[in-house]
């Protein structure tokens, strides 16, 4: 069934800015933000432990099945780090934001992350780990992935320019 809203996908590695972009556009906008590691957290959506890292390790299909009939009412935000576990059929837009080597690395350790994490999710950042991903997920559709640079407060308003005109031309179908 067609959606009379548009589900837009804001994926990349922590501390790119997913969550601070996804406020800032469901304020701007009729989309839901769906903060999924926070739904993880709370719903307990894992079925494993990393211990040297010391989180969660989210279970694909606890997650979808959280996440499915919020995507099929329409109007989502969904702001995680992931995207391969998702189905095409349920997203319009892909867009995955992306920060320099040093401002990830400061915005992480202002966070307070353990130098391990903060060493791994930099890594992430270099080899564009999030945007491979969604790439290979996605490759074989029609879904736009769109990259967009996330450093400064220019290039927030800039995506947010961007993706609330997408949601306002959205059209079903
Ligand atoms: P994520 O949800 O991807 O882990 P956050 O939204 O929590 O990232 O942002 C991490 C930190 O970076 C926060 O302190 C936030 O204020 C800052 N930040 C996010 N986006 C920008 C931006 N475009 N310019 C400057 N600082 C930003
Ligand atoms: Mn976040
Ligand atoms: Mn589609």
Known sequence: MARSKPNILVTG??????????EALAGSTQLQHLEV??????????????????????????VYDALEPLLEAGGCLIDFHSSAFL????????????????????????????????????????????LDEAREAFEETELAIWELPHDTEEHM???????QEFAQSYTPG
Request: glycine share 4%; aromatic share 8%.
């Open 87 to 130: 189905d095409d059929g349920l997203l319009d837009l892909v867009v995955v934001l992306r920060a320099d080597t040093s401002t990830l690395y400061d915005r992480l350790e202002r966070r307070h992350y353990p130098e391990s994490k903060v060493k791994q999710n930099v890594e992430a950042e270099i080899f564009q780990t999030c």
């Open 157 to 163: 308003q800039e995506a947010l320019e961007r993706v």
């Open 13 to 22: 590695t922590p501390g790119v800015g997913k969550t601070t972009f996804c």
């Open 37 to 62: 590691s926070k739904m993880v957290r709370e719903k307990r959506l894992y079925k494993e432990w990393d211990d040297e890292l010391d989180c969660s390790i989210f279970d694909e299909e606890m």
